[in-house]
């Protein structure tokens, strides 16, 4: 293969020259050159593995026989756009029908989150004619214009909020406006969207769409409160506004018991539009939108053709139907229980000898461990996260992340565990020594990838 026929030198050297600098590398400083993957491990071009634990995308693991072989059976066969009629697309938006509430019942398959949520916005303009939409603070929906404009976390480094985005504060009991000890922060968070929604209407505009991610994870791995999102749902609706849930990372049972993460609201909560992408395909680019009669009625009625070049081909469905299989057959909900619970028993169990660990939480294998200075004050401890080099989310970066592919086991929470554990230790020491320079690689702190055979894989920023 090509990649494994150029020195790690030369290939860092052509990508410096040929590919936008704006597409970052993770550890720029040193980075790491992946040839091979299986399972929840990464392997570099020295053979050395790495445990991966933020792969969401891999869910069933990286280059899963059954998928490799679906794919490549379908590819051989047919693989034309969906405006022929063909079984995979309709098998497989059965499968996925019955995964939701009956009350999504329509699908639209696209090939990433970006136009699962574009699209979305598209859905509820069009079936609601009005124009604004309701974000949560630090929001990432996606990489298109429209999606920029109702993310805060990239419109605040960009042009700016546009006059038809509200931002609602983030809904996060560690360290928001209203923490564990409120009485029912679900309420209060969700008044805060109704109190937004009025001021909209002062102003004479109209909302289209509440939007939010069903456990925000660019927000810090959050999850939110119970009642939060039946109660705003209530306001969105009477406001003549649809509820869009971001499943792109959450999905596909990741949370374990249920499938959905918007499910952890209640077996009564029902969204309007759900977008899904990243775990979908197992990394073939497939994703999907999938709302209600009304609504996708509604986008009919506007007489314009919706055609996705790429979206619900045979071979994109085959691929979609042999994740599904896997899931199943693999149990990987219960395992994404039990080795998430495990998983986060240990990282409490961390917290107590680490006072830079400020909160664990998480639910299934959707884990983030909240690093702080001061846990009293939850000073973000960002200087930390430099040494570590996990991958980190939040608004200060100082979350670090777990979302694996669905396989990982009890030895990898297990070694995850241990890895953490000596970092902080010797992130400590380091501290004392007041050095910034790493003992080992004489460079920086993520040393610890020198030092043993299996690490775990320290991705910065997001994916
Ligand atoms: C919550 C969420 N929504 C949407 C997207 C966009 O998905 P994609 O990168 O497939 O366009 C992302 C990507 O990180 C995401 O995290």
Excluded at 317 to 333: K, N, S, W, Y
Aim: proline share 4%.
């Amino acid at each position: 293969m090509a990649q494994e026929e150029l020195r790690k030198e030369e290939t860092l050297a052509m990508r410096n020259r040929l590919i936008g600098q704006s597409c970052k590398l993770f550890y720029s400083e040193d980075p790491v050159k992946i040839v091979r993957a299986r399972g929840q491990y990464l392997f570099d071009e020295n053979g050395k593995r790495y445990l991966d634990c933020i792969s969401n995308v891999q869910h069933v693991g990286h280059c899963h026989p059954a998928i490799t072989k679906a794919a490549a059976a379908q590819m051989d066969v047919l693989n034309t756009n969906s405006r022929f009629l063909h079984d995979n697309i309709v098998l497989y938006a059965d499968r996925l029908a019955a995964t939701l509430p009956q009350k999504l019942c329509v699908f639209y398959f696209v090939n990433s989150g970006s136009e699962a949520n574009d699209l979305a916005l598209r859905l509820a303009r069009q079936y609601t004619q009005h124009e604004d939409v309701v974000v949560l603070d630090h929001a990432y929906h996606g990489h298109l214009m429209s999606l920029i404009d109702i993310s805060p976390y990239k419109f605040r480094k960009l042009a700016g909020q546009k006059e038809w985005v509200h931002v609602a504060p983030l809904p996060d009991t560690y360290r928001g406006i209203y923490r564990e000890d409120h009485p029912n922060p679900g309420q209060a968070y969700a008044d805060t969207v109704k109190d937004l929604i009025e001021d909209v209407h002062k102003k004479g505009r109209k909302i289209s769409a509440f939007f939010a991610e069903s456990l925000p994870s660019v927000g810090g791995q959050i999850i939110l409160p119970q009642g939060y999102f039946p109660k705003v749902a209530e306001y969105v609706h009477s406001a003549g506004g649809v509820f869009v849930a971001d499943e792109v990372q959450t999905g596909f049972g990741r949370v374990g018991h249920h499938f959905w993460a918007f499910q952890l609201q209640g077996d009564d909560f029902c969204p309007d539009i759900v977008t899904m992408g990243k775990p979908m395909g197992n990394g073939h680019p497939l994703a999907c939108v999938a709302t209600t009669a009304e609504i996708a009625g509604a986008f009919t009625a506007n007489g314009v053709e919706y055609f996705n070049t790429f979206g619900g081909t045979p071979v994109s469905c085959a691929v979609g139907l042999a994740v599904l299989d896997v899931i199943v057959e693999e149990d990987l909900r219960g395992n994404a229980v039990r080795v998430g619970a495990h998983l986060k028993d240990l990282l409490t169990k961390l917290k107590a000898r680490h006072e830079i660990i400020g909160d664990v939480r998480g639910v299934g294998l959707f884990l983030g461990i909240e690093l702080v200075i001061d846990r009293e004050k939850k000073t973000p401890a960002t200087e930390a996260e430099d040494q570590i080099c996990v991958s980190t989310d939040g608004p200060w970066e100082n979350v670090l992340k777990f979302k694996p592919p669905m396989c990982f086991g009890m030895e990898n929470a297990e070694l995850v565990v241990q890895c953490i554990d000596r970092i902080l230790t010797v992130t400590s020491n380091w501290k004392r020594k007041t050095s910034k320079v790493c003992q080992t690689c004489r460079k920086h702190f993520n040393c610890i990838r020198q030092s043993q055979v299996v690490t775990f894989i320290i991705f910065r920023g997001r994916d």
